[in-house]
Protein backbone atom coordinates (compact mmCIF):
# COMPACT_ATOMS: atom_id res chain seq x y z
CA UNK A 1 0.00 0.00 0.00
CA UNK A 2 1.62 3.50 -1.39
CA UNK A 3 1.70 6.19 2.10
CA UNK A 4 3.10 9.33 2.56
CA UNK A 5 2.99 11.22 5.15
CA UNK A 6 4.09 14.75 6.08
CA UNK A 7 5.16 16.06 9.42
CA UNK A 8 6.81 19.24 9.87
CA UNK A 9 4.38 21.91 9.75
CA UNK A 10 3.17 25.21 11.83
CA UNK A 11 2.43 28.26 12.52
CA UNK A 12 5.48 30.68 11.72
CA UNK A 13 6.34 34.31 11.81
CA UNK A 14 6.63 36.28 8.40
CA UNK A 15 10.45 35.88 7.08
CA UNK A 16 11.08 32.27 9.12
CA UNK A 17 11.76 28.47 8.26
CA UNK A 18 10.46 25.65 8.55
CA UNK A 19 11.30 22.46 7.10
CA UNK A 20 8.55 19.58 5.82
CA UNK A 21 9.09 15.96 5.88
CA UNK A 22 7.89 13.65 3.52
CA UNK A 23 7.80 9.99 4.48
CA UNK A 24 6.81 7.79 1.83
CA UNK A 25 6.47 3.87 1.58
CA UNK A 26 4.62 1.10 -0.50
CA UNK A 27 6.87 1.86 -3.68
CA UNK A 28 9.81 1.94 -4.95
CA UNK A 29 11.22 5.97 -5.68
CA UNK A 30 13.55 4.60 -8.55
CA UNK A 31 10.15 4.61 -10.81
CA UNK A 32 8.63 7.71 -10.02
CA UNK A 33 9.06 11.70 -9.16
CA UNK A 34 8.12 12.97 -5.63
CA UNK A 35 6.58 16.36 -4.85
CA UNK A 36 4.34 19.14 -2.95
CA UNK A 37 1.50 21.22 -3.55
CA UNK A 38 -0.10 23.31 -1.36
CA UNK A 39 -3.66 24.95 -1.08
CA UNK A 40 -4.43 28.38 0.30
CA UNK A 41 -8.15 28.94 1.78
CA UNK A 42 -10.34 29.59 -1.39
CA UNK A 43 -7.64 29.25 -3.85
CA UNK A 44 -6.84 26.13 -6.03
CA UNK A 45 -4.44 22.89 -5.71
CA UNK A 46 -1.08 24.05 -7.63
CA UNK A 47 2.16 22.51 -7.66
CA UNK A 48 5.42 23.55 -5.46
CA UNK A 49 8.12 21.90 -5.84
CA UNK A 50 9.24 18.09 -7.42
CA UNK A 51 11.97 16.16 -7.51
CA UNK A 52 12.95 12.97 -9.35
CA UNK A 53 14.37 9.22 -8.07
CA UNK A 54 17.71 10.27 -9.47
CA UNK A 55 17.92 13.90 -8.23
CA UNK A 56 19.02 14.50 -11.78
CA UNK A 57 15.77 17.13 -11.51
CA UNK A 58 14.60 19.44 -8.73
CA UNK A 59 12.27 22.17 -10.22
CA UNK A 60 10.14 24.79 -8.58
CA UNK A 61 6.94 26.99 -8.70
CA UNK A 62 7.93 30.39 -9.49
CA UNK A 63 6.71 32.06 -6.58
CA UNK A 64 8.81 29.78 -4.24
CA UNK A 65 12.00 29.82 -6.53
CA UNK A 66 14.99 31.29 -4.20
CA UNK A 67 13.09 29.98 -1.04
CA UNK A 68 12.62 26.72 -0.87
CA UNK A 69 14.61 23.95 -1.74
CA UNK A 70 13.24 20.13 -2.22
CA UNK A 71 15.92 17.41 -1.44
CA UNK A 72 15.31 13.34 -0.37
CA UNK A 73 17.21 11.13 1.36
CA UNK A 74 16.46 7.79 0.18
CA UNK A 75 17.97 5.97 2.54
CA UNK A 76 15.09 7.06 4.99
CA UNK A 77 12.98 7.36 2.64
CA UNK A 78 11.96 10.65 2.82
CA UNK A 79 11.39 13.95 1.20
CA UNK A 80 11.97 17.54 2.67
CA UNK A 81 10.93 20.65 1.71
CA UNK A 82 13.02 23.51 3.05
CA UNK A 83 10.90 26.45 3.17
CA UNK A 84 12.90 29.86 4.04
CA UNK A 85 12.18 33.64 3.69
CA UNK A 86 8.10 32.51 4.45
CA UNK A 87 5.25 35.17 3.72
CA UNK A 88 1.73 35.47 4.38
CA UNK A 89 0.89 33.93 0.67
CA UNK A 90 2.10 30.65 1.60
CA UNK A 91 0.10 29.74 4.01
CA UNK A 92 -1.65 26.98 2.89
CA UNK A 93 -2.51 23.27 2.89
CA UNK A 94 0.63 21.04 1.91
CA UNK A 95 0.83 18.18 0.67
CA UNK A 96 3.33 15.55 -0.51
CA UNK A 97 2.15 13.38 -3.79
CA UNK A 98 3.94 10.77 -5.91
CA UNK A 99 3.60 10.84 -9.59
CA UNK A 100 4.88 9.27 -12.64
CA UNK A 101 7.53 12.70 -13.56
CA UNK A 102 8.40 16.19 -12.14
CA UNK A 103 7.80 18.83 -14.90
CA UNK A 104 9.79 22.27 -15.55
CA UNK A 105 7.29 24.71 -13.10
CA UNK A 106 7.47 21.86 -9.35
CA UNK A 107 4.21 20.11 -10.35
CA UNK A 108 4.06 16.51 -11.53
CA UNK A 109 1.89 14.27 -14.02
CA UNK A 110 0.17 11.08 -14.51
CA UNK A 111 1.32 9.37 -17.24
CA UNK A 112 1.35 5.60 -16.42
CA UNK A 113 -1.07 5.31 -13.29
CA UNK A 114 0.50 6.77 -10.21
CA UNK A 115 -1.11 9.31 -8.44
CA UNK A 116 -0.87 8.94 -4.41
CA UNK A 117 -1.53 11.96 -2.15
CA UNK A 118 -0.65 12.25 1.53
CA UNK A 119 -3.61 14.01 3.96
CA UNK A 120 -1.59 17.63 4.06
CA UNK A 121 -0.25 19.53 6.64
CA UNK A 122 -1.22 22.89 7.63
CA UNK A 123 1.26 25.99 7.07
CA UNK A 124 0.46 29.08 8.54
CA UNK A 125 2.68 32.10 8.09
CA UNK A 126 1.58 35.52 10.84
CA UNK A 127 2.30 38.63 9.44
Known amino acids: EVQLVESGGGLVQTGGSLRLSCAFS????????IGWYRQAPGKEREGVSCISSSDTMRNYADSVKGRFTISSDNAKNKVYLQMNSLKPEDTAVYYC????????????????????WGKGILVTVSS
Open 26 to 33: GFSFDDYA
Open 97 to 116: LVRDECTGDGSLVTLYGMNH
